[in-house]
């Protein structure tokens, strides 16, 4: 297995002015994009970064927020990503709650923010530009981390209205990278970019690091450019994206939908759904012109490293129910069971079980919660747990893919947003003055 790591370094040696970043007014090739990562690794280490250490980063989307997330890594940290745009009280539950003891950021964003951790600050106004005379610190060797060791902390909504943090370990993220690694087209020739997620505002490794693993180029853009369909559109066809890793059905037919959808979506070979129902975007005929492989769409469970099951999406002729899985990436397994544990037969109903390398070691200081949620996985080897998806997830498994066909809590999606009503009665009940929301 790969490490998006050990990636970036083959792609610097092989072909190190090829352009692994490209954002406005900037180019940067993998050569650069390895020292830089190096550099900030080197700061990061003579900070006390290290195993099972946490350091979230606060950053607008750029180029730095991507060496700064690859430097943890190569620091042996673990990265929290935020979106700044977030009211800060959340902000600051988030780096509580993750467990944060380094934090990376800028002036401005820490000034709006009023961000702290217990431990080290790192702003990046301080130090010299990582290109520069003495820049982040020399470049260098660093040890390599185990595949049992912390990777990022990320958070999902929980019912009592604090987030809960899920935490993800090497192995699943690189197991996750490594999956799309065939399926980028390896090389120069491939560019994606993020598209209008749920996260858009904060760095997301499977936008970001799986093009990278793949020694393709990842397109930044500016956040009003991804907020409307016509820009968003224009910088495909400008910057000759050819992939989308992540994008919304709902925002996908927006972009089918402009006049100009033909010349600016021609060039695209593969797009991945994800966040909501395919089925509204094939109903209204918008498929994006010009696909010459299928679309897919996946289900990304955040406690089973973003991804877990994946549906190649066949042409209209012969496009089935929207609400279809699919089958395991690499490395995970699937599971559909009756209210006793058993496994359902082919065909039956039950509730979606997802086990394998991508599930999370658990929820950061949440042991009772961590025992409900993940449960030992018969199927694993000792130690293994599994985890009930969209607790509880139902579908039937024909031919060997799964169909989703609903959730028995009370999350729902509001155009791709995951949205808890616990959370939010959680929150009104705690503010002075407000009633019940029974």
Known sequence: MVSLLDAIRDHAARTPEATALRAPGRTIGYRQLDTWIDRLAHLL???????????????????????AVAAVLRAQGAFLTLDVTQPPPRLAAMVRSGGATVLITRSAVRERTGLTVDGPVIDLDDVAEPDGPGGWGPAGATPVGSGRQLAYVSHTSGSTGTPNAVLIERAGLDSYLGFHRPGLRPGPRHRGAPGRTPRLRRLHPRQTFAPLVAGGTVVLAERGTLLRADSFAETLRREGVNTLLSVTPSFLTFLAQQDLAGEHLGGLRLVVTSGES?????RSGARPPAARQPGQTSTAPTECTMTATRHAVPPPSRTPPATWSGQPIDGMTVRLTGPGGDEVPPGGTGEIVLGGIGVARGYLGRPGLTADRFRPDPGGPPGARAYPHRRPGIGPVRTGVLEYLGRSDRQVKIRGYRVDPAEIEASCSATPGSPAPW
């Open 45 to 67: 280490t003579a900070h006390g970064s290290g195993p099972e250490r946490v350091c979230a980063l606060a950053l607008e989307p750029g180029p730095e927020s991507v060496v």
């Open 278 to 282: 395919l089925l509204p975007f094939l």
